[in-house]
């Protein structure tokens, strides 16, 4: 067993949200899953996830009851693997405060495994470098490495090969999640092989790098969206909503269904959030968030 330094009071750590700039499907690998070339960006909106030392077994307590606490949970799944990698005998308890909401395309799930990967790093003395939780993290879901690097980055591959890019800055931005969800797989599925590199030509890349924010809100794009257009027709009628409140662009997130607005400015945000509010129970304000 690594030896545990100090017995700490515990920790608690937020647990950040991410939104997709970008996602172009490039091709269907052997295993089944998909090659991406996609954009993620970290943004405001948070769960809080609190971390302390227990005798033996791992506990998740969670204020969503929709959250299951075995070992179907991405926080469970993440203190597995620590603990038989390091072979510790320690227990732990994890009591999860949610405000993303679930099955959004936001990568709640992801960012709460994150948020545990670090806390019990910090937790057990286990000195892992961001590599090593990234290697523990892609056990867990494709998203975690990302979450764990936060920022503006380019995830390739499955989500697993990171780059890290200029920070994308912008503070008016409104998600709705709809009264339903979209299957992850459902979606890929119904991406047709014309839809690959569907966006191969978009210049997203050059905005971000030159700083060009605007122009970076007005190139967001999501193939999953197409195909996720094709079951949930609603997801128009949702980025239509927020055109029509005075947002710049709007994108689906993910393989969905949260959808995003950008706003040019926080009175025009603040003027369209009431009227929205209106229609959709399920909606958020939040800003870009960078390391």
């Known amino acids: 067993m690594k030896e545990i330094m100090k017995k700490n009071k515990g920790i608690k750590l937020n647990s950040y949200a991410k939104i997709n700039l970008f996602l172009d499907v490039i091709n269907k690998r052997q295993d089944g899953y998909h090659n991406i070339k996609s954009v993620m960006q ?6 809080e996830v609190q971390i302390n030392d227990n005798e033996s077994g791992i506990i998740i307590s969670c204020d969503n009851y929709n959250i299951p606490l075995d070992e179907k949970n991405t926080c469970y799944k993440a203190a597995m693997l620590i ?9 732990v308890c994890i009591s999860i405060k949610k405000t993303i909401p679930t099955e959004a395309g936001l990568a709640g799930g992801s960012g709460n495994a994150a948020a545990v990967i670090k806390g019990l790093n910090k937790l057990w003395n286990l000195g892992m470098s961001i590599d090593e939780m990234k290697e523990i993290g892609i056990k867990v879901g494709a998203d975690v490495p990302f979450c764990l690097t936060g920022g503006t980055c380019l995830c390739e591959g499955i989500g697993d090969k990171i780059t890290e890019l200029k920070s ?15 299957s992850t797989p459902l979606a890929y599925k119904n991406v047709t092989d014309k839809e690959y590199n569907y966006y191969e030509n978009n210049k997203i ?28 027709p609603q997801i128009s009628l949702i980025k239509d909503d927020l055109i029509s409140s005075g947002a710049i662009s709007s994108l689906m997130t993910g393989s969905g269904s949260s959808v995003y607005g950008f706003y040019d400015n926080n009175a025009l945000m603040l003027a369209a959030y009431g009227e929205l509010t209106k229609k959709y129970n399920k909606i958020f304000i939040t800003e870009t968030a960078n390391n």
């Open 168 to 182: 994308f800055k912008w503070d008016n931005i409104i998600i709705i999640k709809p009264n339903f969800s979209i």
């Open 42 to 47: 970290e943004i405001d909106l948070h769960d």
């Open 83 to 91: 603990k038989e990698k390091f072979n510790i005998n320690l227990g």
């Open 205 to 232: 890349l050059d905005y971000i790098n030159n700083n060009d924010y605007r122009n970076t809100c007005m190139s967001v794009a999501n193939t999953l969206e197409v195909a996720a257009i094709k079951l949930c």
